[in-house]
């Protein structure tokens, strides 16, 4: 199967005046459709790309940055791992933290599988390199954008391109990857869709600093004043985060504020934290969401287009992964006349997509502090039976390092 030679192209669209014909349309130039645009090429599916952002904004914008066992060996299977196997940081595992007592727990002992820290900047690069290799249509800063016929095997997607002009690409197949807020889950009609949703009562201050990690691992830690996790970004760039309260304003959080949050979230004897200078902050949102069906007609969905997680336990970027890993064979197959894998589709990712809102769930739940002593004894419980009991240590374990596909 042929991934990112240098001489390969991938089929490409037929132009017509005002548009484009191809076998898949898909909406979205984040990692899910560029992914997915790369396992459609593979398989010999030709595919168009339309991205409301500019290409320099959707290189530059910082989000996850943790990928389980999972996603890695998908992206070494499709030949998108060679800077992440140079540049990522393998982990064996992670600390759990509250005041006076920090536990690592070792995933590969547990269940013979680490993660790897590598941002979801990098990811995104290495997909757009990918893509401009085999001549792959992207179109960037489009408005408007709006698929049409969905229920019939001849849907389209509409647009007005950067210039104004209309544009318009006919397709086999739609592919909304366009996050929470675009609009092809809107497409679905309304008395078919359905959507879950949950509000946390915090977010996360997160911020990015130039500064070495000053821990080999991540730190998962409850305290009283909040939660507080240190991430890291490469050998020399810190990715820290502090709860604070929905809609915090940024601006009353100076350098020197975080810093000693962070200090006394962070502590624990004979350890310390080197700050350094913030060169990025932004406070985000705590929130679930999950909408079904995950296909409509000839509509499908992936991505946060179809959910969004806590960002506690690492699911987003990865549940994203594993929906395009599942949807590509199925609208391979779907073209050549196999419809089994495609209505199957919707329930096998909802599958999974609930057991990582499940563990999201818990592990936001455990870490995050609030007013009920009742809650925070519950929470200090659930933390010592995870680092006292193989059996909670390894289903942590389990479920931080990457789900099967399906799930299971």
Known sequence: MPVTGSTWREPAPVYFYGGMRTQVAIIGAGPAGLLLSHLLGAAGVESVVLETRSQEYVLARIRAGILEDTSVRLLESVGLADRLRRESMPHRGIYLQWPGERHHLDFVDLVGRGIHVYGQTDLTRDLVDARERAGQALVYEVTGTAPHDIDT????????????????????????????FGPSRQAIPEDRRRTWERA????????????????????????????????????????????????????????DRIWTALGTRLDVDGWTLT???????????????????????????????????????????????????????????????????????????????????????????????????????????????????????????????GLTLDGA
Request: charged letters at 20%.
């Open 153 to 180: 095997d001849r849907p389209s997607v509409t647009y007005v391109d950067r210039d104004g002009n209309p544009g318009r690409v006919e397709a086999d197949v739609v592919v909304g990857c366009d996050g929470s």
């Open 200 to 255: 946390y009562p915090y977010a996360w201050l997160g911020v990015l600093a130039d500064v070495a990690p000053s821990t080999d691992e991540l730190i998962y830690a409850r305290h009283p004043d909040g939660f507080a996790m240190h991430s890291m970004r490469s050998d020399t760039v810190s990715r820290l985060y502090l709860q604070v309260p929905p809609g915090e304003d940024i601006a009353a959080w100076s350098d």
């Open 275 to 401: 700050p350094g200078p913030i060169t990025e902050k932004s406070v985000l949102p705590m929130r679930a969401a999950v909408t079904g069906p995950m296909r409509h007609g000839r509509l499908f969905l992936a991505g946060d287009a179809a959910h969004i997680v806590p960002p506690t336990g690492a699911k987003g970027l990865n549940l994203a992964i594993a929906d395009v890993a599942v949807l590509a064979p199925a609208v391979t197959a779907l073209l050549r006349g196999d419809e089994r894998l495609a209505a199957e589709y919707a329930t096998t990712a909802a599958r999974r997509v609930w057991r990582c809102q499940h563990f999201s769930w818990w592990m936001t739940t455990m870490l995050h502090t609030g007013d009920d002593p009742f809650d925070e004894q519950v929470q200090l419980a659930q933390l010592r039976w995870v680092v006292e009991s193989e059996a909670g240590a390894r289903g942590l374990a389990e479920n931080y390092t």
